[in-house]
Every structure is written in structure tokens, then in C-alpha cells.
């Protein structure tokens, strides 16, 4: 292909790649619309503060559990090696010590969400 052609497929694709970006510029959105969408619209601050502080702390775990899962296979595939192993271990009891941190935040923030449910200004 030479260098005409080359460059004509190339802002093709660009073009129909910008299509749907285009389209959604062309509609209307608020910043509500995208915060009704996830829960967060119409409820007051506390909730929102603490459907937010969830979604991070979920996040947090799953990345905890997902670290437990790759320090696993570090040590099945250590092959005997020592060094490898105590790394698989390292990254193993790190990962659950970020879990049990996760949970126990986790934990506070139920309890603070609890005890201050019925306070007034």
C-alpha cells in the first residue's frame, strides 16, 4: 500500500472510531442524571458518603482477594525454589492483612452509620 492509501484507512478508522463519541456529545446529560444512575441522586449526604466509602472498600477487597490469588500461584509455580516461595508468602499475608483491614473499616463504617442515624443538628 502506499502512503496515500495508508493514510486514507487510517482516518477512516479514526472517523468511525469518533462516530459514537460524536452521537453522545449530541445528547444532553447532568452530572444528576449520572448520579441517579449509580444511587447516588437523591439520597442526602450521609448515604451517599457511605454508598461511596462501599464501593471503595468493596473495590479494596476484591483487589485484596485477587493479590491472595496471584501470591497462590507465584507459589505453585515457585517449582521449589525458596526464594520464590517466601515472595508467594509475603505477597499471600499481605494480601490478608489488607482483607482483614478492609473488613474491619468495613465494620466502622457500619457502626458510625449506625449509632448516628438519629442524630439531629
Known amino acids: 500500500m502506499n502512503k496515500v492509501s495508508k493514510l486514507a484507512t487510517g482516518l477512516a478508522l479514526v472517523a468511525t472510531a469518533a462516530f459514537p463519541v460524536i452521537a453522545a456529545a449530541a445528547t444532553p446529560f447532568s452530572i444528576e442524571d449520572i448520579g441517579g444512575s449509580v444511587g447516588l441522586g437523591t439520597s442526602d449526604l450521609k448515604d451517599t458518603v457511605i ?53 474491619l473499616a468495613w465494620a466502622i463504617v457500619i457502626f458510625v452509620a449506625g449509632t448516628t442515624r438519629n442524630v439531629t443538628q
Not at 56 to 74: P, R, T
Request: proline residues 0%.
Open 51 to 103: 454508598n461511596i466509602i462501599s464501593w471503595v472498600l468493596g473495590i479494596l477487597a476484591l483487589v485484596a482477594v485477587v493479590m491472595i490469588i496471584i501470591g497462590g500461584f507465584q507459589w505453585l509455580t515457585a517449582a521449589g525454589n525458596e526464594e520464590k516461595i517466601e515472595k508467594a508468602k509475603k505477597v499471600i499475608s499481605a494480601a490478608v492483612i489488607g482483607l482483614i483491614i478492609v473488613l
